[in-house]
């Protein structure tokens, strides 16, 4: 059964961090681009951050350029996002997602769509 399971979501503080970790299971990582997705409350699912299948090419939303890092290790089959200096505006529940297109087209074509998804981890940044 082909998987992608999310972990590392949580309730941090404004300023704070997390690593969200994506691991799969059932097929191999490192024959697909992987991303980050978010949906918050009442909002469309966006690109966060995606990363090209060997990890050479990255693409990073705006609104967390300079604060998140995305990274793969293919050998764990595992992608991880780390966040720092969080901010409420971060809150949503965090989805990653594998698919055969590049990293840049899979973080910005509308609508959002992608080969495999995963069920999602909350992040909420509160005081």
């Known amino acids: 059964q082909l998987q992608l399971v999310e972990s590392g979501g949580g309730l941090v503080q404004p300023g704070g961090s997390l690593r969200l970790s994506c691991a799969a299971s059932?097929?191999?990582?490192?024959?697909?681009?992987i991303g980050w997705f978010r949906q918050a409350p009442g909002k469309e699912r966006e690109g966060v951050s995606c990363i090209s299948r060997r990890g050479g090419n990255t693409y990073y939303a705006d609104s967390v350029k300079g604060r998140f890092t995305i990274s793969r290790d293919n050998a764990k089959n595992t992608v991880y996002l780390q966040m720092n200096s969080l901010k409420p505006e971060d809150t949503a529940v965090y989805y990653c997602a594998a698919d055969s297109t590049t990293a840049q087209t899979m973080c910005t074509m509308r609508p959002v769509r992608s080969d495999y998804w995963g069920q999602g981890t909350q992040v909420t940044v509160s005081s």
């Open positions: 059932g097929f191999t990582l490192n024959y697909y681009a």
